[in-house]
């Protein structure tokens, strides 16, 4: 038998069963991603394995220096084909890493190779992927097809044009694509100089002064605009806390004055300037109709060394152990006092917050949306087996699991799609336990409703999709 079968994962065979009739047929939502929009809208050709698979993957450049891999064969400039070799070396040793069962997954999934990755294959492993990418089924526009992707939507910074987006709009691709808004820049006072820059650069982009925080509202209600008028209807914002020091208008300019000129701001302060702009943020989502994410509590940049060399986004950041709830809990109650608490999804980065977070969705369900306030899937490092069934857990024991939105893929990678796949069949297989153990009651319609809403059903009604 091959490693990566029809039953892979699934012990049980009522959790087959699921799988294969039920979850396995439904079609992709992946509402959050990190998706070049420029390759969707030129339906990118990958030139070689390399492109399609390591060109931005940081989690595979984590296990490559873990495992000795020089620099130059992960962010650096050695040839693509050195750098696959030195992952093809690497991937033995990620055995019980969950980058062991995607990368086989991924292998089998788009290419049909059934062979275990190590340098002795790599060579051949190479030349058949490599064949097969030239072939338009593997451009990005096949991939989404062929993975029955009906929805992308991709993180944007507010300053955008969208162009990318517009073109794909206007052609004849069935995945629909949308942006996402995501102001973090607004929210980064430490580097003053680069804080400024931004702002400059929004102003441009809103064609609005910004020389005072009346102005930068103004500013930010425009881009939100332009964001709903170009098909945007999530946000997203990447935190170590949820920001909860209110502060009046008038301490919030003087704040904002602050920073404008270059003087450090205090934690309280900063606090405060960004409290006021996520409290703005929540406002508008409401008055749209769109979603709101809330990533919390990854602590990035570790290595001065490495970031300094490399920039963000290329491994070098880790689970953060901050206090969550009542900050959290604060920011969603004082949307929640005004009515204008939006759709919203609280992801966490450390399990010690599974409970907290997946209790605090349900102080703020108001009958109006079923499951409006979401516990979202295992996100970063969680989005492995244990992440995802912690996660699915706790929610099951403290809310309704039967109303969850399921999973997305959180990827720079057109190759991760059989992420969906992996976490369905962890879904299948613990239900399937559930039966097993006498738990649940052996009724396969009833359960097979519950697969298809939180594989795909779920999703389409809460984002209120349509194909």
Same mark, same amino acid.
């Given at each position: ?80 084909? !050195?750098? =696959?070799? %030195?992952? *093809?070396? @690497?991937?033995?040793? $990620? ?27 790599a060579p051949a492993i190479w030349e058949s992927v490599n064949r097969r990418l030239a072939e338009p089924d593997r451009y990005v526009h096949g991939i ?55 702002? !400059?650069? =929004?102003? %441009?982009? *809103?064609? @609005?002064?910004?020389? $005072? ?255």
């Amino acid at each position: 038998m091959t490693f990566i079968h029809d039953d892979f994962l699934l012990k049980t065979e009522l959790a087959c069963r699921l799988y294969h009739e039920v979850a396995v047929v439904q079609p992709i939502i992946d509402y959050h991603c990190h998706l070049p929009p420029s390759d969707i809208a030129a339906n990118r050709q990958f030139n070689n394995l390399f492109e399609i698979w390591l060109e931005g993957d940081h989690y595979k450049w984590r296990a490559m220096r873990a495992n000795g891999v020089d620099e130059l064969y992960c962010t650096g400039e050695a040839d693509p084909y !050195d750098k =696959f070799l %030195a992952w *093809a070396r @690497t991937v033995p040793h $990620t055995l019980r890493n969950p980058l062991y069962h995607w990368t086989h997954l991924e292998l089998k999934r788009y290419f049909g190779i059934d062979e275990l990755l190590n340098e002795d294959t790599a060579p051949a492993i190479w030349e058949s992927v490599n064949r097969r990418l030239a072939e338009p089924d593997r451009y990005v526009h096949g991939i989404l097809a062929d993975f029955h992707v009906e929805y992308v939507c991709t993180t944007d910074d507010p300053i955008d044009d969208l162009a990318s987006h517009r073109a794909i709009a206007a052609g004849d691709l069935a995945t629909r694509v949308s942006p996402a808004f995501r102001p973090d820049k607004l929210l980064k006072t430490e580097d003053k100089a680069a804080f400024n820059a931004y702002l !400059d650069a =929004f102003a %441009a982009a *809103a064609d @609005t002064d910004v020389s $005072t925080y009346a102005g930068l509202e103004d500013a930010i209600r425009k881009r939100h605009a332009y964001f709903h008028d170009n098909g945007c209807r999530l946000s997203d914002h990447g935190l170590n806390v949820t920001p909860a020091t209110f502060a009046t208008a008038r301490d919030v300019a003087g704040i904002y004055d602050k920073a404008r000129a270059g003087t450090p701001l205090t934690a309280e302060e900063q606090d405060a300037y960004s409290t006021s702009i996520m409290l703005l943020s929540g406002r508008l989502d409401a008055e749209k109709g769109w979603v709101k994410q809330l990533h919390l509590g990854a602590m990035r940049n570790n290595s001065a060394r490495l970031f300094n060399l490399l920039g963000p986004d290329t491994g070098l950041d880790s689970m953060g152990d901050w206090p969550q709830a009542e900050r959290l809990s604060r920011y969603l109650d004082r949307l929640d006092q005004d009515n204008l608490l939006p759709k919203t999804i609280i992801y966490n980065n450390n399990p010690v917050d599974n409970y907290p977070f997946a209790t605090m969705i349900g102080n703020f369900q108001d009958g109006s949306v079923a499951g409006k306030v979401q516990f979202g899937s295992g996100w970063w490092f969680l989005d492995q087996r244990d992440g995802m069934t912690m996660q699915l857990n706790a929610l099951s024991n403290t809310g309704l699991l039967s109303r969850f939105v399921g999973m997305l893929t959180d990827s720079r990678s057109f190759m991760s799609y059989p992420r969906h796949e992996y976490f369905r069949r962890l879904l299948c297989d613990l239900l399937g336990d559930d039966v097993e153990r006498g738990e649940i009651p052996d009724a396969f319609d009833l359960l097979a409703g519950m697969v298809r809403d939180i594989c795909h059903d779920n999703a389409a009604r809460y984002f209120e999709f349509q194909p």
